[in-house]
């Protein structure tokens, strides 16, 4: 089974802090995404990565990065949170145009 | 550009009535189409996807390209089918989702 793990299922921050919210994949995958999930807005697209060191912006790319410097590991940055961050973040991994697995989720709080 | 809709928030049905979850799509090319489905407290999974025209957990969903429409549909819900149902398309090794219908079977 694919396994996607994020390394927090919840977080609290204040305002301007850095967040980094860390994702593992254990099959190999070459692409990996990195969502946020809002009630009525569905999913949305930050980033994505299609191998280690390469990096695309999504839909909504604002006021996040990323980092991808192993190919199990896919990180997403805030680097100065703002209460309009807060929500549900969704890390997913895939094998080329196959099907998405995703992580558990971090939700996250900025306060 | 590409975007999917998905017209109804929430759905509510009691168990053993038919379920239709709509969604329309608008893109330029040959979609590939695919429903996730999260259950609570679950991760998000895949469903379903339309090359495969598969069947799972008594779901089918036919793409109508003239529609451009990828509806999900059982005949006889059941209450483990409550959940939040995506559909979504791919675009060049991404997908674009929709904003999701909850689906409430009530007994």
């Known amino acids: 089974d694919v396994k996607v793990t994020q390394s927090s299922r919840y977080l609290v921050k204040r305002t301007g802090e850095k967040v980094f919210l860390e994702c593992v994949q254990d099959?190999?995958?070459?692409?990996m995404f990195w969502y946020r999930q809002d009630p009525g807005l569905g999913l949305r697209l930050i980033y994505f990565?299609?191998?280690?060191?390469?990096?695309e912006k999504g839909d909504i790319p604002e006021g996040y990065s990323v980092s991808r410097e192993k190919k199990e590991r896919f990180s997403l940055i805030l680097e100065s949170a703002s209460t309009n961050q807060t929500s549900m973040y969704l890390c997913?991994?895939?094998?080329?145009?196959?099907?998405?697995?995703f992580g558990p989720g971090t939700r996250l709080t900025v306060l | 550009a590409q975007r999917v809709t998905q017209p109804e928030k929430l759905l509510s049905v009691f168990k053993g009535a038919p379920v239709e979850l709509k969604c329309n799509y608008s893109y330029s090319g040959s979609p590939e189409l695919f429903w996730y489905v999260q259950y609570s407290r679950q991760r998000l999974q895949l469903l379903l996807r339309?090359?495969s025209r598969e069947s799972i957990k008594g779901f089918t969903a036919d793409l109508n390209k003239g529609e451009t429409s990828f509806h999900l549909k059982k005949p006889f819900a059941q209450e483990e089918d409550s959940a939040m149902y995506y559909c979504?398309?791919?675009?060049?090794?991404?997908?674009?989702f929709g904003t999701g219908t909850r689906l409430l079977v009530s007994p």
């Open positions: 979504a398309l791919e675009s060049f090794q991404k997908l674009v």
């Open positions: 099959m190999d995958h070459e692409n």
């Open positions: 997913a991994s895939a094998l080329r145009s196959n099907e998405q697995f």
């Open positions: 990565s299609y191998d280690v060191k390469m990096k």
């Open positions: 339309h090359i």
